[in-house]
């Protein structure tokens, strides 16, 4: 599921290193608009549902942590 989220965060953000970055959004790397853009590809492509109140930055730091947002949202 890694790749897959990999391919998806590069077609929002091609020229950030998603392999490497761990601090996504606590390090601004990544700004809101890119964050809203990242929820509704999730939404469509992994057909998960994303409460806000279950949202936290930390979930969406790194590619890894956001394949296990997702696997989390799938049980």
Request: proline share 3%; hydrophobic share 45%; aromatic share 8%.
């Amino acid at each position: 599921m890694n790749k897959e989220v990999e391919t998806m965060l590069k077609q929002i953000r091609p020229d950030i290193d998603f392999r490497k970055e761990n601090k996504l959004l606590s390090d601004g790397i990544l700004d809101s608009f890119d964050f809203i853009q990242i929820i509704s590809k999730l939404v469509d492509v992994f057909e998960i549902e994303v409460d806000p109140m279950d949202v936290t930055a930390d979930d969406f730091d790194s590619a890894e942590k956001i394949a296990a947002f997702i696997k989390s949202k799938k049980r």
